[in-house]
């Protein structure tokens, strides 16, 4: 069994939304948390303060998941000042949208580094850090196996990658007892996607609950995943997003 109580977890992009509800979610499991922000260094500061407040140690660390050296830096400050790592959480994302002619090399070249190659990146870089019941964990998009309208071509792309990447690592990793898997979240209350926001009708109309979920609801499967109950799940994508995808 995987005992949760005093592992190392780094979660990206974890200064708020489903980043920070992992974070937390993680912590009050017992884990000690390190997270990454580029420009919310309040938000940071105020995860860093809850994790504490739950009794754990927490590092907040400053690096832009575009950037690949900030990523492997990260990796190395959680294992030098937390002392191990036990789990990895890819959370880092941005949304682009509009049509896909419109779509610059700029942006295009930004978002598959910040979902595709700094999964790969913090993975290449965590690797040897893992023993056995190590997890990596990637928060993908339900987009990636859906998409119900146009606009999304670059998001939908770069969210699908995570699949293929999490199952080719589960069979890599999977010989030293790693486990790999990508959650992929729907419609989720956060300041990206408001609840109350323009479109959030539309979304809800889409699931079967009629509903949005919680940044909480995607972290207590993330939790799952981390601790004893997801030993033996891997090479997997979770659908969390109320049966939008059903």
């Not at 017992?30 to 590092?59: F, N, P």
């Not at 190590?134 to 998001?155: F, Q």
């Not at 010989?175 to 992929?184: A, F, L, S, Y």
Request: aromatic share 2%.
């Amino acid at each position: 069994m995987t005992d949760p109580r005093g592992r190392v977890a780094l979660v990206t992009g974890g200064s708020r939304g489903i980043g920070a509800a992992i974070a937390v979610r993680l912590a009050r499991e017992g884990t000690d948390v390190a997270l990454t922000y580029r420009d919310a260094e309040d938000d940071a500061a105020k995860v860093v303060r809850e994790v504490e407040g739950l009794g754990r140690r927490a590092l907040a660390l400053r690096a832009d998941s575009a950037d690949p050296d900030a990523v492997r830096a990260a990796v190395d400050r959680t294992v030098a000042e937390l002392g191990r790592l036990d789990v990895l959480v890819n959370n880092a994302g941005v949304f682009p949208y509009g049509p896909f002619e419109q779509v610059s090399p700029e942006e295009l070249d930004r978002t598959i580094a910040i979902h595709v190659r700094a999964a790969f990146v913090a993975a290449q870089a965590a690797s040897p850090h893992l023993g056995a019941n190590g997890r990596i964990i990637s928060i993908g998009s339900n987009l990636a196996d859906r998409v119900p309208r146009g606009g999304i071509a670059l998001y939908a792309m770069t969210k699908s990658a995570l699949t293929g990447l999490s199952r080719a690592l589960a069979r890599e990793l999977g010989p030293r007892g790693i486990t790999v898997n990508v959650v992929h979240p729907g419609s989720t209350d956060t300041d990206m996607n408001p609840a109350d926001g323009p479109s959030a009708d539309d979304q809800r109309a889409l699931s079967a609950l009629g509903r949005y979920q919680s940044a909480d609801d995607v972290a207590a499967t993330v939790a799952h995943l981390a601790g004893p109950g997801g030993r033996t799940i891997t090479g997997t994508a979770l659908l969390v997003d109320s049966g939008a995808n059903a």
